[in-house]
């Protein structure tokens, strides 16, 4: 076993080396000796096996021979699984994290942050917001992060927001939405074809474009409601979906409508899907409509039924992603989705046959880690490029560390990724075959400087909204 001291001096030889040879796309990076977590069925999990990372795709998983010239990196005593895929958070707010851990209903959230600080941010205070939410996500794990940037008041706020993605390495899924309250230009979603035009990349796909909308036009008015004009927009610019705020009575309505109008699809993504009626549903699960669940926003903040709906999305034949939501109230990780979705199917699933005498259908934490890998990334539009360690996707990947502390030993590798990590173990991230975090560092953050722009957004938003 090598010292700490040497394996970090090690580390740093290599990162030095990957950097020196950056841009190249025949750069090989060789992670050696993992148990190699691939969320590709047709791969399974690998013991003992090297990935093979070649510029910016994953070249080979299993056993290397002979990979040349590669930088070769020991993860002996390490797992590598894909990065994980947030699809949906709203990291303007990041600034204002837990400032409300306890909120009591949705109508608590909507009327303190949405209609009291939502409209004190200015371009600055949204790229600091999602920034900060961008660089915390790398941090634990997660390569790929759907923006529900629903505070969009003008194009340079829009642009910020964009611009904060762009600069942090992550693979960003920037889905804009005016705001619900306040003044704004009125330049979404008018705007949608512009930014279309101006920053996303067909090729890379390191930034994609989606109409962010509301299931109905009870809080926010008719404006941001999915429905035929904003399908129209979607479909014109070659974009997907993601609608939030599906759930009870009025969105199982939207549901019925929207599919009788064609408006359904695999590019649709509707978000929480609490307290959905049964034939909403079956037009969910016969259309290919992706879902997003909000874990633990669904059962802190009560939305509807208050318990995330993964069970309707299995027996309807959904597969769901996983996301974040709200950081003002809740935990920004996807260790914790992942963990309180476990135990809360789970609990559900035991309660259901209490003295029956009847097995429980209970997941289990491989289909929780797929949920946040693979699944999230076909929720987001973009499976053909990451979500697994599959040859030829793109190299999103991270490395944790099984042997530390709070691990060892390893004896179920996705039981540990699931149970048990968390993000200082995740000691390497690697986005678009890019290192973004090393031997447990994120890379080029001043976190003097970033901490010193989040304290001043978070004093001048307080005090915009409090006057």
Not at 45 to 61: H, I, K, R, S, Y
Not at 91 to 108: E, F, K, T
Not at 286 to 307: K, V
Request: aromatic share 4%.
């Amino acid at each position: 076993m090598r010292s700490e001291d040497s394996e970090h001096t090690a580390a740093e030889a290599a990162l030095e080396e990957i950097r020196r040879r950056s841009g190249d796309p025949r750069r090989r990076i060789l992670f050696t000796g993992a148990t190699v977590l691939t969320m590709d069925p047709a791969l399974g999990v690998l013991d003992g096996a090297d990935v093979l990372v070649e510029g910016n795709t994953v070249a080979a998983v299993g056993t290397v021979p002979d990979a040349g010239d590669a930088v070769v990196v020991d993860a002996s005593g390490s797992v590598i699984t894909p990065g994980f895929v947030d699809t949906h958070r709203h990291a303007w707010q990041s600034q204002l994290r837990r400032i409300m851990p306890d909120v009591d209903d949705l109508a608590g959230y909507v009327v303190s942050t949405l209609a009291g600080y939502a409209p004190a941010y200015g371009p600055e205070d949204m790229y600091v917001g999602t920034r900060l939410a961008a660089l915390s996500a790398i941090d634990a794990g997660i390569t790929c992060m759907l923006d529900f940037s629903h505070n969009s008041r003008s194009r340079e706020h829009s642009d910020a927001a964009v611009r904060a993605l762009t600069d942090t390495g992550i693979r960003g899924v920037h889905a804009s939405m005016g705001p619900h309250f306040g003044e704004w230009d009125r330049q979404w979603p008018g705007d949608l074809a512009r930014l279309r035009e101006e920053h996303t990349d067909d090729t890379s796909r390191m930034l994609t474009l989606r109409v962010a909308a509301l299931a109905t036009d009870e809080v926010a008015g008719p404006v941001p409601a999915y429905g035929p004009d904003l399908a129209r927009i979607a479909r014109d610019l070659g974009i997907g979906v993601s609608v939030d705020a599906v759930f009870g009575a009025g969105s199982s309505s939207a549901v019925l409508d929207w599919a009788d109008g064609g408006l359904l699809g695999p590019h649709v993504t509707l978000i929480h899907a609490t307290g959905l009626t049964g034939e909403a549903w079956k037009a969910i699960g016969s259309t290919g409509t992706t879902i997003a669940l909000a874990p633990t926003s669904d059962a802190q903040i009560g939305l509807e039924t208050a318990i995330p709906a993964v069970d309707e999305a299995l027996a309807a034949g959904v597969r769901p992603g996983l996301s974040i939501d709200v950081e003002v109230a809740l935990a920004g990780d996807m260790f914790t989705q992942m963990r309180a979705l476990h135990t809360v199917q789970r609990m559900r699933a035991a309660n259901a046959v209490y003295g029956t005498g009847r097995e429980a259908d209970r997941i289990g934490v491989h289909d929780v880690l797929d949920f946040a890998t693979l699944q999230g990334a076909r929720t987001n539009g973009l499976d053909d490029v990451t979500g697994s360690l599959t040859p030829g996707k793109r190299a999103d990947l991270l490395v944790i560390e099984a042997e530390d502390l709070n691990n060892m030993p390893l004896n179920d590798p996705v039981g540990t990724v699931v149970l048990g990590a968390d993000a200082r173990n995740v000691t390497t991230v690697l986005i678009d075959g890019e290192p973004r975090k090393w031997a447990g560092r994120v890379l080029d953050v001043d976190l003097g400087e970033l901490r010193a722009r989040v304290h001043e957004s978070r004093d001048r938003v307080l005090a915009r909204a409090a006057r």
